[in-house]
């Protein structure tokens, strides 16, 4: 069994700052792409950032330079530093992960229960 747990939201005014954090546990032989999703009310749920087992990332157009993805492999975690943050980021975040259990298995995608991240005008 594979948990994703996510952390760091909270409320922020525009401009502010925000760390969050998406730490895997349970049976994990390799962890391959790991990424951040977002969901606000009444929208689609979007890739926000992504980064794979090697180190390359990729993000959304609206929070390059921005927001930086980044990952800790000897604790599986994987971060969403995000600076300079907007009302337009209002959202439930999600992390993802394809992880794999043992070294014969394909990888499964799991996912966190999401952290609201709330940023006021």
Same mark, same amino acid.
């Given at each position: 069994?594979?948990?994703?747990? +996510?952390?760091?939201? !909270?409320?922020?005014?525009? !401009? ?9 546990? !349970? ?15 009444? @929208? +689609? ?40 943050? @907007? ?20 990888? @499964? ?13």
């Amino acid at each position: 069994q594979v948990h994703l747990v +996510e952390s760091g939201g !909270g409320l922020v005014q525009s !401009g502010g700052s925000l760390r969050l954090s998406c730490a895997a546990s !349970g049976s994990i032989f390799s962890i391959n792409v790991m990424g951040w999703y977002r969901q606000a009310p009444g @929208k +689609e749920r979007e890739l926000v950032a992504r980064i794979i087992s090697g180190g390359s990332t990729s993000y959304l157009d609206s929070v390059k330079g921005r927001f930086t993805i980044s990952r800790d492999n000897a604790k599986n975690t994987m971060y969403l530093q995000m600076n300079s943050l @907007k009302p337009e980021d209002t959202a439930v975040y999600y992390c993802n992960a394809a992880i794999a259990s043992r070294a014969s298995d394909y990888a @499964k995608l799991y996912w966190g229960q999401g952290t609201q991240v709330t940023v006021s005008s």
